[in-house]
């Protein structure tokens, strides 16, 4: 997939003007904010499985070529493969050449954000191979011929009646307007499609050290029909979703499912870990694992590691004012969101990405939310210093900030400065309180009111507030 996050902005103003895609933003954050406020409160010691797994990953990811090496023995024990993919280009190469040994014509996919990242349906049907997507929304955004929104639901920005257009086309006859007759319709056609691949294709949420296996979770069984009925199983993963034991990976799904969908557990959280035994009469002959680094090593060493945490639930974007009003394909790459920001520009270079980071109101909410407690926002602000660090950026605002820099570093300078200014805005803000134009902040105020400052700094608010107390 190509690089678009420079036309971050220009993608962000056409995205707030599309109703359909405003609509369905804002049901799905209504929808994801509930549930996951609902299923959190019902777990009281939701905040120490949240401190435990931070520890956990953190010693993981400390240890990580242990438990990397200890996973690949665990998988080669039960008749397994794993291939180690340094780059996005290894790891297309070693899945095609999987398929095209295995002379399939035919391969089922479940939903995987890192198949997406490497561009992987693009590099199998360059080498002439049928690719199908088997989660519901990620088969619409192909039928759609777009990448996914959202990492837990691809199709987020799709109203019901963009989708009855999509299947109406692709699949012909009567035209279906009704949500369980679109999701019928899909299973029908794709039913068809799992039991004629040649090879089943997923991610993996974890996998297991200790054991050798992988976790997958999904809503629709899907992932499930493609590793279990296709005769070659291949899974794609990162090398950060290792865990070490299984009771670590029970502990990480209780706060997957939770903080993503809302649910206690997904419909569907299954364990493989090899090819089916000599005595079993179903499961996949061959099985095969192939981990991608893709600059996630590079990460390890340099002061993004905590972002190696994530366990991809989307809580953060769900939770985001940003991601809440732009939608997904604003941010130009596969990864959206707050963890979006802070992932693109590890993966594809700071330069590819200059807005991502500055796109943050610094609010906080992802933190807050994140089951890995991952400093988001101390992330971006990195990937800020490392742009002005670097000489990147226009000329007007990186000069802008070394002369707000030297200003805020003196404080009586500071007040002294804005302190008028402050009274100013608030004269002309009259009885409304609020700037509904202002020259050079044009782009603010035509989606919202700017609020005026009321009165004066905080600072000389604070000092009024301290002597009224002490008087
Ligand atoms: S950064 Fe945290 S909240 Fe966002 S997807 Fe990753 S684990 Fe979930």
Known sequence: MDVRSLEFKQRSVIALDEPNLQKALKQGKAGFQGNRARAIDLVPEWQQIRSDAKVMKDHTLENLDYYLLQYEAAVEANGGKVHWAPTAADANRIITELVTNAEAKLVVKGKSMVSEEVALNSALEAAGVQTVETDLGEYIIQLAGEPPSHIIA??????????????????????????????????????????????????????????????????????????????????????????????????????????????????????????????ELDGPEQYHVVLVDNGRSTMLGNAFRDMLRCIRCGACMNHCPVYGNVGGHAYGWVYPGPMGSVLTPNMVGLEQTMDLPNACTMNGRCAEVCPMSIPLPDLLREHRRLQFQRGLGGKVARGTLAAWAAVAKKPSIYQTLTRPAVKVMSYFGGKSGVYKTLPGLGSWTSQRDLPAPQGDTFMAQWRKQQKSKKS
């Open 154 to 279: 691809p199709a987020a920005h799709k109203t019901k009646e963009q989708v009855s257009d999509l299947f109406e086309k692709a699949h012909g006859g009567p035209r279906i307007e009704d949500r369980p007759g679109l999701v019928t319709q899909a299973r029908h056609v794709l039913r068809e499609k799992f039991m004629t691949a040649d090879i089943g294709i997923t991610g993996a949420n974890l996998f297991i050290a200790e054991s050798g296996q992988h976790v997958l979770v999904t809503n629709e069984g899907n992932g499930d029909l493609c590793s279990s009925v296709p005769k070659v199983q291949i899974v794609i993963t990162s090398i950060d979703k290792i865990v070490p034991t299984l009771e670590d990976a029970a502990a990480t799904i209780r706060l997957l499912a939770r903080s993503g969908t809302g649910q206690h557990i997904s419909n569907y959280t299954s364990l493989y870990g090899g090819p089916k035994a000599a005595d």
